[in-house]
């Protein structure tokens, strides 16, 4: 499973756009790139799945340069109830692997 | 539509002690997958069950096991309970063969267990 390293923590004012990323050096050619959130006390929440280039949905957008070595989720005009961690997770089950494999994530908060 | 459900939501038990979790997955899912979470850290993947049988398994000893029913609910048995294994437990769902990563998990809120 490729391994990713991700900032431990980030801060930011509501409003803002929020860019974290992720680096995945060593993704395989079948692996996808997936993100989660998870509040304190909850379990993970998927955000948004992808593959390469651009990927958007209502939550988030998740941009995957074309070298797929690392990518980047955007959160748009982030708000206070956005503070949560964000975990980056690469992966792909056709290799007969179905596991989730979590780091540490990186621990967002808002700022009002 | 009813999400991943959970059974019970805390529970603290003694060292030496055995605890069940209990799992509902999400509806039109078929796999059930169990992570151990410790505080500040990410999920840990336990096992994953489908078709009734273990399909996958993390590094973790005997002690923990897991039934998958015909109705696609799960347990998780943990025996002879440790200090550590004081943890949120959770649980996801998927679907088998699903697109992409396939089988995109989608979690429970999660069993707190406390081992005393």
């Known amino acids: 499973l490729a391994k990713t390293t991700q900032p431990i923590s980030m801060d930011s004012y509501e409003g803002q756009e929020v860019n974290i990323t992720c680096s995945h050096n060593n993704i395989a050619t079948n692996d996808y790139i997936t993100w989660y959130q998870q509040f304190p006390s909850q379990g993970p929440r998927f955000i948004i799945q992808?593959?390469?280039t651009k990927v958007t949905n209502e939550v988030a957008s998740l941009f995957i340069p074309a070298d797929r070595k690392s990518s980047t989720l955007s959160l748009p005009r982030v708000s206070l109830s956005d503070t949560a961690v964000y975990y980056c997770?690469?992966?792909?089950?056709?290799?007969?692997?179905?596991?989730?494999?979590f780091g540490k994530g990186t621990k967002l908060s808002v700022i009002p | 539509d009813a999400g991943v459900t959970q059974s019970p939501t805390h529970l603290i038990k003694t060292r030496g002690q055995q605890v069940t979790l209990r799992c509902s997955p999400k509806?039109?899912?078929?796999?059930v997958s169990w992570y151990q979470q410790a505080l500040g850290q990410g999920p840990q993947f336990i096992f994953q069950?489908?078709?009734?049988?273990?399909?996958q398994r993390g590094n973790f000893p005997d002690r923990f096991s897991g039934h998958q029913f015909p109705n696609y609910s799960s347990e998780l048995n943990v025996n002879a309970l440790l200090l550590g294994d004081s943890a949120l437990y959770l649980c996801?769902?998927?679907?088998?063969?699903?697109?992409?990563?396939?089988?995109?998990?989608?979690f429970g809120p999660g069993t707190r267990l406390l081992v005393l």
């Open positions: 996801a769902s998927s679907l088998f063969g699903g697109t992409g990563w396939g089988e995109t998990q989608y």
């Open positions: 069950y489908y078709e009734e049988e273990e399909r």
């Open positions: 992808g593959y390469k």
């Open positions: 509806s039109g899912h078929d796999t």
């Open positions: 997770l690469v992966g792909d089950s056709g290799a007969g692997s179905y596991q989730l494999t």
